[in-house]
């Protein structure tokens, strides 16, 4: 029997919302330490790593680990059906083919169950190491979503340039070309979700599908900051914290020129 | 001739707006006793009963009953022009084939007129008869619309199940199933707006298409608060009460299982 | 060597959303007195008259006068790239074959830069003859903005009236057919931005194109009033002024009944 509760429906509709444009069917892997999701684009150039702990639920409990195999189109629209102000709790028994959603609003007068079937999903594990970066930037997560959203309305591919003086994203393409250059934060004042720091060991340049960048700042209600790590020819490391509950993070390949 | 003034255009702006998606044509019968308007939709599948008494009105003046015919898409464009807080003119002279709508700004520095040509429609009459329903549910407008919106996504057809405990909306579809239950307020500090309450005299469950339902709940901005009214085998009525005026009632048919 | 520089990008950015879907490609002609762009629209019915007076910008320096031929499109795609209370600098060399627009964040923690390619477009010049008008309305520009949009419900050609005693705007069409009056504001009390004042010589009566009308409030945001000026048998000319910096006029020739 697997059974977690989070006082916030909305922190997980957020997360449907952040990956469900890029993956169809995914595990999602409940396990005593929490649960966590694994998958690839359909396309395979992007990997989603998701951890939720379990500390950060309201309460849970899961006796063995077990895989909820999910179509996540479906579950986007289940989860459309909870209050943002909802609580949430997934329910799930031993070898059961389906999966309970149920939606408590805070004064329960209205209480809304949901059940969607599992499917067999192939497990693939994919090795995350966590090496040492050239550049690791913090940003403001809003500041990062603007920045794509204005350079895809001129190019499809973004170069991103980090040293110590600061991150520049530049594109090109039929009507102009263009850079845009954030600098770390020198003004003490200013509060850590609003700052920019780089932490640069090396200078690093790197080119990026625009379209993916902008897919994973779709995770930017999760998170008021995300943070980029870089080095040449791995992959660009995407992470949105989630307070109190875990991460979402993206990793995507860089384009050779 | 007959003239009726109301102080706010917006809340016959409301009405069409509520009715327009579901009748093309129809006839505003003006008698002394106020306006009415009964129409099936254009599936024949559901009845829409409006009544705006005379004393509503700031004033109204009819000498003798007569039918103004009117294609709701071209009233919808016109009614369109009037600022909310415009007031209303109705005029139309007997015999005449065109209806005349006036909007005045409240410090009449703007003044609009617009005439719309009358249409000879087949007025059938609709007996209906105020039975004794086994459920009577009054609840937040907002949260019918909300609850119809929402099962909308899953699935085509919603089971209404009312007893004493609550009102349980049921519907499944190939993403999965779920029900909404909503249980009648048993706080009183809440405001009678924000309340439910259900008067069951015998459990009742029925099915109902989920589209005509959801086309109902475009009346949602009319009222705070929404009356069911359910017996098994007669149609459901769906009314919103228009303060100071009247109400606006639809009835659907229950769909067999 | 051009350089001018704009303390709110912003003001830049709502002159080209109110041209750009009016012209494909123009001119901006830069001399030591400002900026000025004249051009036809694409169905060649339309005048478009900007002017950017060289003291309305934070800094200004301009050797010798440059045309400057941009594809309005690829213009308003960079422009969309800076934020509201970005600054933005534009630059050009003599004889270079780019322009380069610069935009700044108040605290300089962000610095974007875009280079254009220049077009080379013919460049026709419009005698303007200002002449002495029938009727001078100067109005809230919300005002024609929602006049505008309500009667293109309605129809396709607007009949603007003028005299001393109001502005009237009528059209008609399938629906039916509709008149807005506005009068002169005779309440001191109210607001010069939301007042209308008529400077009427003789009445006056013309037939506009709405769809033309239409596209010259996309200006509205430039600016709390508009001033339209007709005379029998000539363009009316509507005109926004921008605050501090110059104006944007539109001139449309009558349509014969």
Same mark, same amino acid.
């Given at each position: 029997m697997f059974e977690a509760r989070l006082t916030q429906a909305s922190m997980f509709k957020k997360i449907l919302e952040a990956i469900k444009d890029l993956v169809e069917n995914a595990n999602f892997d409940c396990s005593p330490a929490g649960i966590s999701l694994q998958a690839m684009d359909n396309a395979h150039v992007t990997l989603i790593n998701l951890l939720l702990r379990q @500390?950060?639920?309201?309460t849970y409990s899961c006796d063995r680990s077990l895989s909820l195999g999910l179509s996540l189109p479906s579950l986007s629209k289940v989860l =459309?059906? +909870? *209050? *943002?102000d909802d609580s949430m709790t997934i329910k799930a028994r031993d070898e059961a083919d389906t999966v309970t959603f149920v939606f408590e609003s805070s004064k329960q007068e209205r209480i809304s169950d949901f059940e969607i079937k599992l499917l067999d999903i192939g497990n693939e594990q994919y090795g995350i190491r966590d090496s040492e970066y050239s550049a690791v930037i913090k940003m403001p997560s809003a500041e990062l979503q603007r920045i794509c959203r204005d350079l895809s309305i001129l190019g499809d591919v973004v170069t991103i340039s980090a040293d110590k003086a600061g991150v520049k994203f530049s594109t090109s393409g039929d009507s102009g070309s263009g850079n845009i250059t954030v600098r770390p934060t020198t @003004? #003490? #004042?200013? +509060?850590a979700e609003d700052s920019t720091t780089i932490d640069s060991k090396e200078p690093v340049t790197l080119n990026f599908a625009l379209k993916f960048l902008s897919f994973f !700042? =779709? +995770? !930017?209600?999760? #998170?008021p900051t995300v943070t980029m790590k870089m080095s040449d020819g791995v992959p660009i490391v995407v992470e949105y914290s989630i307070e109190d509950l875990g991460y979402l993070s993206f990793f995507l390949a860089p384009k050779l020129e």
């Open positions: @500390d950060g639920f309201e =459309k059906c +909870a *209050n *943002n @003004d #003490s #004042s200013i +509060a !700042t =779709k +995770a !930017t209600p999760l #998170s």
